[in-house]
């Protein structure tokens, strides 16, 4: 039986990386999908290819969802296109900015408003609209490991994810008379665009797997894997948690 048959989710930034592994593989288990992209159109295209080769319908919605107003039209068209929705994977994020004593405040923000801003936004839209119908769903949000893992020079990367993590927390309690479980995934090393930069710099990449226990890197489809457990009826029983996936790594 496919797990998700009968669901509809809304994943953020699902042109590339772990959203669009997320998108595929809950497709595959019967969801349809709501493809949200900023850029490039291409990536959007090829996660809705991979929707379609599954079997299941998808929809892609350009929208920035660190802009307020740009959520409220994903949420409108997400649920103008599918006539519900019950499970949000917040998912876009981006990692790069300068070093600490370098930063001005526009850098601070550009990370603070996709990775952190976006998922409050984002999930309070989409609980309104779950409110409003009476209806139970999930959220699961993809964090990191450095929402608890400290990474010099990534410091407001850092303190986005250690944000995400109580927002998530809280939010799972004052949503929870709704019916709406709300989770962390906290991804390490997985191998997407935004990782690539280190991972293939050989040095780092041999110092990284001699950190990692299971010796690899991760791949979308562990992360997809663990989001469909979460975004699943069998997790009804799950939530304000924060689920690690990085092969070990934060086990020293
Ligand atoms: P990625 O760069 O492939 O994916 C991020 C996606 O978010 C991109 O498609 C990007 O276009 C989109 N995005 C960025 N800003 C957006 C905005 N304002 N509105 C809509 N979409 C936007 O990299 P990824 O590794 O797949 O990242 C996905 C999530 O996983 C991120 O939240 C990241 O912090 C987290 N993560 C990744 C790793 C890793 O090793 N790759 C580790 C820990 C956490």
Redesign the pocket.
Known sequence: MRRLQGHTAIV??????????IAKRFAAEGANIVI?????LE?AQSTLHMVEAAGSQGLIVK?????PN?IERLINQAWAGFGSVNILI??????FEPAFLEAKEEDFYRVI???LK?PFFVTQAFARKLSAEKKPGRVVN?????EDIVLPGHTS?CAS?GGLRMLMRNLAVELAALGITVNNI??????????RPLLENKPRRDTLLTQLPLNRI?T?ED?AALALFLASDEASYVTGATYYIDGGLSAY
């Open positions: 953020t930034g699902a042109g590339s990386g772990i959203g669009q592994g949200n992209y900023i850029a490039p990536g929208a920035d969802v660190s802009k740009e917040n998912n876009a994020g981006i990692g408003d996709v990775n976006a993809i964090s990191s490991i450095h990367y994810k906290a991804p390490g090393a997985i191998d997407t665009p935004m990782s991760g979308t992360v």
